[in-house]
């Protein structure tokens, strides 16, 4: 079963992310959801490998049916944080995390995609192991009790296909270990 969004405002997104060549990748509930049960979510989540000149493009592609501010994006980029687009008929939000290549979770993500069938288009996703990482950042981070919700009920369903050599090594990397440690010792 997929996960409820809007279906036609992601199309569009994926569709203008493959044709800009901008390296990306899902990730969030909608990712999540993949590998575990969906969960409501009010937003959609991606990781973007993107640089200044496709700040414009970008715009191009979607400025008639999002709102999407350019300044935004650009100091995303220089921040190497994140921003965020809404479609103006549905107000679906979408958040874009710029991808850091100092932080070896993402690097481990980009590194390690799949790709899903996700409302008719192949879509990238990290592996179970990057999501399970994905999540343990966000609690570094001060994530909420969603975020530990979610490595709960990851790992519950999955204990036997997590990777966990892949995963401790990673989360060593990226100073991850001693949470890693709260769910998984």
């Known amino acids: 079963m997929e996960p409820q969004t809007d279906i036609n405002s992601f199309r569009q997104v994926v569709l203008s992310l493959n044709e800009l060549e901008i390296p990306y990748f899902l990730t969030g509930s909608l990712a999540l959801a993949v590998y575990s049960r969906p969960r ?12 200044k000149p496709h700040v414009s493009k970008m715009v191009g592609r979607l400025g008639n049916d999002f709102y999407i501010d350019a300044q935004m994006m650009t100091e995303a980029i220089d921040t190497q944080h994140m921003f965020n687009i809404i479609h103006l008929g549905t107000n679906e939000k979408m958040d874009f995390f710029i991808f ?29 192991e990057g999501i399970l990482l994905i999540k343990l950042r966000w609690i570094k981070l001060g994530g909420g009790p969603i975020h530990d919700q979610d490595i709960r009920i990851l790992i519950d369903e999955n204990q036997d296909r997590i990777q966990w050599d892949r995963v401790n090594r990673v989360a060593e990397q990226a100073a991850l270990t001693g949470i890693l440690r709260g769910y998984h010792s």
Do not use: A
């Open 40 to 51: 409501l979510s009010h937003d959609i989540d991606f990781c973007v490998h993107m640089q």
């Open 100 to 128: 850091n290549p100092s932080d070896p979770v993402p690097d481990f993500c980009f590194q390690n995609l799949q790709k899903v069938k996700l409302f008719g288009l192949p879509v990238p996703i990290p592996t179970l």
